[in-house]
């Protein structure tokens, strides 16, 4: 059964948000969507929530873009993108830079409308529900569906464990000591560095390395209970060792979180993706997607001659 627990005073979540500005970050983009100040970040007549419910994980979803076209200002840079992601799977998006890879995933979490200028066509069905349907909150589609981007953006001053729990407290969700133990450990290990950190739950997230960060950005991301993680290039500022821990990590989270990856990393996209989109913008023209299919199939034996040039390293 869903707990009901009420939101936390205003002065709490406000110092997560200082802390979001020291990381030269912001509440967004830890992946999730601030309650703290709902006026800043809740869509026109949307009215904030006093309670929100935490719950055990959440089946396993089916993420559906349907004919998504987007603008920065007169900009056309996606043209009717239409992909789904399925539940359970790894979906790798790959492409040349600026074929509108990262702005497509931003779309799958209502975080490209945060930038003033940018607008949008189609729809983002999480289980067949439109996110972007008026009746459906921000609060709940970031919740659903969470972001980990390139660099890893822990609060540097903030402790491991408060890093983990950051979220539940933007969220309003208020759980007892033991509980947030609990998710502290179960989120870290999730993501492949509870072992590493266990002894020091207590010293500042900045204090770590690059790949341990990052993974302490998917544990952040774990404890608000998301049913899809999307995921930035998320190893390209990472060594080898620390990429290689987190696309096992990738492995065992797809059991239980719908995973979409961006990367420019063509082995990676085999080891990690079950299913593989090609984008593509020609000079000029708003991006698309040239050809998607099983992994296996992309890159034995693609049906269009710009995928194989692609994956081959021909280009891009
Ligand atoms: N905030 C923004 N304002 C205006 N234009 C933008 C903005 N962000 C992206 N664009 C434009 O949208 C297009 C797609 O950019 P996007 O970042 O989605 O590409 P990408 O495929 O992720 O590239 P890369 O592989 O380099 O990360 C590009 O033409 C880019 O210049
Ligand atoms: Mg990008």
Redesign the pocket.
């Known amino acids: 059964m869903p707990t009901m627990i009420p939101q936390l005073p205003k002065r709490k979540t406000r110092s997560v948000r200082k802390m979001a500005r020291v990381a030269d970050t912001t509440v967004d983009e830890i992946g999730i969507a601030d309650q703290g100040d709902p006026a800043d970040l809740l869509p026109l007549g949307e009215q904030p929530t006093t309670a929100m419910t935490w719950h055990e994980p959440a089946q396993l979803a089916t993420l559906e873009a349907r004919d998504i076209t987007a603008w920065?200002?007169d900009?056309l840079?996606l043209d009717q993108v239409s992909l789904t992601m399925r539940a359970g799977e790894v979906t790798a998006l790959i492409?040349?830079?600026?074929?509108?890879?990262?702005?497509?995933l931003r779309i799958l979490n209502r975080m490209h409308q945060l930038?003033p200028?940018?607008s949008l066509a189609g729809e983002v069905l999480l289980d067949g529900v439109d996110i972007y349907n008026p009746s459906m909150r921000l609060t709940q589609a970031r919740r659903d569906i969470g972001m980990v981007f390139q660099k890893p953006n822990p609060f540097p001053a903030m402790s491991i464990y408060d890093n983990v729990v950051a979220g539940l407290k933007l969220t309003g969700v208020r759980l007892s000591r033991g509980a947030r133990d609990n998710v502290v450990e179960e989120c870290l290990t999730k993501a492949g560095l509870w072992k590493e950190v266990r002894t020091r739950l207590r010293q500042p997230g900045g204090a770590l390395s690059g790949g341990q960060q990052q993974r302490l950005c998917i544990a952040r991301s774990l404890a608000v209970r998301p049913r899809v993680l999307l995921m930035d290039?998320p190893c390209s500022a990472l060594d080898p060792t620390s990429t290689r821990v987190i696309e096992e990590t990738m492995s065992d989270l797809v059991r239980e979180v719908t995973i979409v990856i961006?990367t420019?990393n063509m082995q990676q996209a085999q080891r990690v993706s079950n299913q593989c989109a090609f984008?593509l913008?020609a000079q000029g023209e708003p991006?698309h997607i040239v050809e998607h299919g099983p992994t296996d199939a992309m890159f034995g034996a693609p049906q269009d001659p710009r995928t194989a040039d692609y994956v081959h390293g021909r280009f891009g």
């Open positions: 920065f200002g900009h840079v492409g040349p830079s600026g074929c509108g890879k990262s702005t497509f930038v200028s940018a290039e961006v420019h984008f913008a991006g």
